[in-house]
C-alpha cells in the first residue's frame, strides 16, 4: 500500500473537513470493530443514524485507537500536533511513532479523540439502515440489515 504523505493528509482532511460541514455531519461511531487482518477500522457518519450515514471514514494500518465506543461529536478532523504527540506518548507507549497521528476533536466539549494509522480515505454515499428498492449510484443496504425479497420486486 502506498502512504499518503504528511502534506497530502493534511490536503485531504481538509476537503474531508469541508464536505462534512457542509453535510452538517459531526456524529460518528465505530462501524465494527477492527479487523485484525486488515487492521482497518471505519467510522460512519451522519447528521441522522436513525435511517441511515452518508460518510466512510477509513483508516488503515491501525495501531492505535483512542475513542469512544459509541457515538461521539467530531466537530473537527486534523493532524494531532507535535505537542500532543509528546504528551501522548504516556499514553501510546510509542505507537504514536508508527503512523500519523489524527486527531478527532469535539471543540465544544474540549474532547480529543486519537487514531494511530498509516492512511485516511473517505467515501461519501448513501447507506440505509432499512431494506428499499431502486437503490441509486452511490447508494447501499447497510450489511447488518434483513433483506426483504418483497421490497426487490
Given at each position: 500500500m502506498v502512504h499518503d504523505s504528511?502534506?497530502?493528509?493534511n490536503q485531504k482532511l481538509e476537503q474531508l473537513q469541508?464536505?462534512?460541514k457542509e453535510?452538517?455531519?459531526e456524529h460518528f461511531y465505530i462501524t465494527e470493530p477492527i479487523q485484525h487482518q486488515s487492521q482497518q477500522l471505519v467510522l460512519a457518519g451522519s447528521f441522522d443514524f436513525s435511517y441511515y450515514h452518508n460518510v466512510e471514514i477509513t483508516f488503515s494500518e491501525v495501531e492505535f485507537?483512542?475513542?469512544?465506543?459509541t457515538i461521539f461529536i467530531v466537530?473537527?478532523?486534523?493532524l494531532a500536533t507535535e505537542e500532543e504527540i509528546v504528551q501522548l506518548n504516556s499514553m501510546m507507549y510509542g505507537f504514536e511513532r508508527n503512523g500519523t497521528v489524527f486527531c478527532l476533536?469535539?471543540?465544544?466539549?474540549?474532547q480529543r479523540f486519537y487514531i494511530v494509522a498509516k492512511q485516511?480515505?473517505?467515501q461519501f454515499g448513501m447507506v440505509y439502515y432499512y431494506d428499499r428498492p431502486n437503490l441509486q449510484p452511490?447508494?447501499?443496504i447497510a450489511e447488518f440489515v434483513t433483506k426483504s425479497e418483497n421490497v426487490h420486486e
Amino acid at each position: 500500500m502506498v502512504h499518503d504523505s504528511f502534506h497530502e493528509q493534511n490536503q485531504k482532511l481538509e476537503q474531508l473537513q469541508q464536505e462534512l460541514k457542509e453535510g452538517n455531519i459531526e456524529h460518528f461511531y465505530i462501524t465494527e470493530p477492527i479487523q485484525h487482518q486488515s487492521q482497518q477500522l471505519v467510522l460512519a457518519g451522519s447528521f441522522d443514524f436513525s435511517y441511515y450515514h452518508n460518510v466512510e471514514i477509513t483508516f488503515s494500518e491501525v495501531e492505535f485507537i483512542l475513542c469512544p465506543a459509541t457515538i461521539f461529536i467530531v466537530e473537527r478532523f486534523r493532524l494531532a500536533t507535535e505537542e500532543e504527540i509528546v504528551q501522548l506518548n504516556s499514553m501510546m507507549y510509542g505507537f504514536e511513532r508508527n503512523g500519523t497521528v489524527f486527531c478527532l476533536e469535539n471543540e465544544f466539549e474540549e474532547q480529543r479523540f486519537y487514531i494511530v494509522a498509516k492512511q485516511m480515505t473517505y467515501q461519501f454515499g448513501m447507506v440505509y439502515y432499512y431494506d428499499r428498492p431502486n437503490l441509486q449510484p452511490g447508494e447501499r443496504i447497510a450489511e447488518f440489515v434483513t433483506k426483504s425479497e418483497n421490497v426487490h420486486e
